[in-house]
């Protein structure tokens, strides 16, 4: 984490807040900390905020708001930081089928981490992984706190269409392609949730600050939730790390 928070101009109409150069939930607890107080605070002239690994980008309105002004309450919000209580994150469990024609990729893991298929699954479900930002496609999860036995580099050549729901690995992250897209991420499997729905009056599933659980389910377990998924009235679990269980 940077010593002092680095306030950088995107453009005339956004504000960078850099908080450090690494990925990690300390810089992530602040990302969020302040996400928070924005949105208590009702800044004059901001008119979106997105977080992302290591930075807060402020979008605002500059015939409301200078960089200058808006930097000056950023730095008094910050100060106050400490003030803030995060709320408990809740866990969102994401069934998904593994290897076959739903995880192409998944001897390429194998091979890498000199682990079997039921060991790579194993690992893989076995964490629940920080959201840590939404980006590429709309409602895209960079995951962190993956383990990293079964970490394996990306693809050398991208793949020019992935489809969407694929789950996939790239370096020590995890991730879900939320539409069908190009990419180059290992493919070890697939969900049917879908992750984005744009006829939805909230389009996105998850939200940045909360967690991931891999669930691993059979062909049988996937035809028996299909029903549910196709007329949109499948939910999946969420769990509260605070405990006790709920569906939404």
Known sequence: M????????????????????????????????????LDQRKVEGVVEVVPTYRSLMIHYHPLIVSFQELKKQLTE???KLQEIELPAPDVMVI??????????????????SGLTEEEVIQIHTSRDCLIYMLGFTPGFPYLGG???????PRLETPRTKIRGGSVGIAGKQTGIYSIDSPGGWQLIGWTPVPL????????????????????A???????????QIENRSYRCNVISRQGGETHG
């Open 217 to 227: 389910i059979t062909e049988a377990d996937y035809q028996k939730i299909k029903p």
């Open 196 to 215: 984005y729905d744009p006829e939805s009056e909230n389009p996105f599933l998850l939200k940045a600050g909360n967690y991931v659980r891999f669930e």
């Open 77 to 79: 919000l910050e100060e």
């Open 95 to 112: 069934p998904t089928l593994y290897g076959g024609e739903y995880g192409p990729d998944m001897a390429t893991v194998m091979a890498h």
């Open 146 to 152: 993956m383990d990293e036995r079964i970490a394996t």
């Open 2 to 37: 940077h010593e002092k928070t680095r306030y950088m101009p995107a453009g005339d109409r956004a504000l960078v807040m850099e908080f450090g150069n690494e990925i990690s939930t300390r810089i992530n607890e602040k990302i969020r900390a302040m996400s928070i107080a």
